[in-house]
């Protein structure tokens, strides 16, 4: 069985691939949304915040007022294949156990939303000048590269019955190292089989997220299959 050091994927949602990638994403734009003064402020506090940045479209009531929305949309991840076994790094020869590395590649569009289209527009125009300027800010986090895309044309939205919205994406594209162990199962029933992966932090506990939005331990360890 994996230690108490090991945080368990069956779990906790947040720390497979996919909520990893959109977490950082998520981190960095309200980070630096929420060190701007201006028209497009974000705070923690949705009443005090001035934008809305999300990891989905969330339409709102009709009593509501529409705040311009950053909103996410992942799309298609997979691994670069540096090899043909994933570059399986380490071999125990007592137990067969394996270690392997490779790279996931990835692209996220970055939607802005709102109501007046010069407004998305302008938002749009933020977050292209701004990823651009914060990529390194990604490699921190894990992430091996970060790639800004394009500033895709101006769209209405039917995300809404109540507001007319207008959209306006930004491209991205994204890759991350990924290292995990597959053990021996023997005759470990599939039931038992555990999957977790290390934390990077001493005595095993993850680091809080800037925003506290629950807790980080990217980018991603060892993985470890199979029962100990």
Known sequence: MPSKSDIS???????K???FAKDVYLMILRGIFGENPGDFHWDADPEVSKLHISDRFEA???DQTFKPTIYLVRGRMGFAHLSMNHQALTTNMATGATTHADLI???MLITCASTE???AEHLASLVFIL???FRKTFQKY?????KVGEILEEKPSDMSVNHKIVEVSVTTAFSFSYGWMVGVMNST???DICIARKTQSEGGMCDPLPDGDGKYCGPFGPIATGSE
């Open 142 to 146: 894990g992430f091996h590269q970060l």
């Open 189 to 191: 029933p599939l039931n």
């Open 60 to 62: 709102p009531k009709d």
């Open 17 to 19: 691939v996919t909520s």
């Open 131 to 133: 990823l651009q300027s």
């Open 117 to 119: 289209g010069l407004e």
């Open 105 to 107: 590649n990835g692209s």
């Open 9 to 15: 994927l069956l779990e906790l949602e947040r720390y």
